[in-house]
């Protein structure tokens, strides 16, 4: 099963969701990103939120859809992401894409970037997806990555006091048993020089980004 989560963030950032790489997912909104998948000719299997950024003639649309909503209190412990997030990884997908989670309220996508952390113990493969970046987080291991025409630069970031052990192959610059601290820019814009790079390091996590732009 493959699952995504469409949020509110601007439009102008989100990809092109009815693209055939995304057929075979099933779509799940959050708040006013269900909107946005309604407008995109797109059903989604449930809707999460406290649908207060909704108008009243999007509530009617909504209804008339026919959509069942999962309806929250404004006033909650949790955004309405999280809770989406929170039932999409219930479901124990092989992948799920955060859309729509970048580029506006600053709180809000660090707070998404934070949620990569619910995947780290599950078998989910969690990423935030725009229109020029993909991000994931990466547990203490070996990956071997296909290279990506679309994403030109290459960046990690320690998402722990420090990531070590950081061995970076068939890279622009690559690096052999690195310590990359927190607060380091040290990995920031490499570039992918063979078809498939190389990510290895023994501690911490490793947020990686692919970046079009």
């Not at 229109?131 to 291991?141: A, D, E, Q």
């Not at 070996?142 to 068939?170: C, M």
């Amino acid at each position: 099963m493959k699952l995504a989560i469409v949020a509110g963030g601007p439009e102008s950032l989100l990809p092109d969701l009815r693209s055939p790489e995304y057929c075979d997912y099933q779509w799940i909104g959050a708040d006013h990103g269900t909107i946005v998948l309604m407008n995109n000719q797109i059903r989604p299997i449930r809707a999460f939120g406290d649908f207060d950024s909704l108008s009243d003639s999007e509530k009617e649309d909504v209804a008339k859809f026919g959509l069942r909503l999962y309806k929250y209190p404004a006033e909650k412990d949790k955004t309405d992401l999280e809770l989406a997030l929170d039932w999409a990884l219930s479901q124990n997908p092989e992948r799920c894409l955060l859309f729509g989670v970048t580029g506006g309220r600053q709180d809000h996508a660090l707070a998404s970037v934070q949620l990569l952390m619910k995947a780290v113990d599950l078998k989910t493969e969690l990423a935030i997806v725009d229109r020029k970046n993909c991000i994931t987080l990466l547990t203490p291991g070996a990956y071997h990555i296909q290279k990506n025409p679309d994403y030109r630069y290459l960046s990690f970031l320690a998402f722990t006091e420090k990531v070590a052990g950081l061995t970076l192959s068939g890279v622009k610059y690559p690096l052999k048993e690195a310590v990359l601290p927190m607060g380091s820019s040290l990995c920031i814009s490499n570039e992918a020089e063979e078809d498939i790079f190389a990510v290895t390091f023994s501690q911490g996590y490793l947020l990686m980004m692919r970046c079009s732009d």
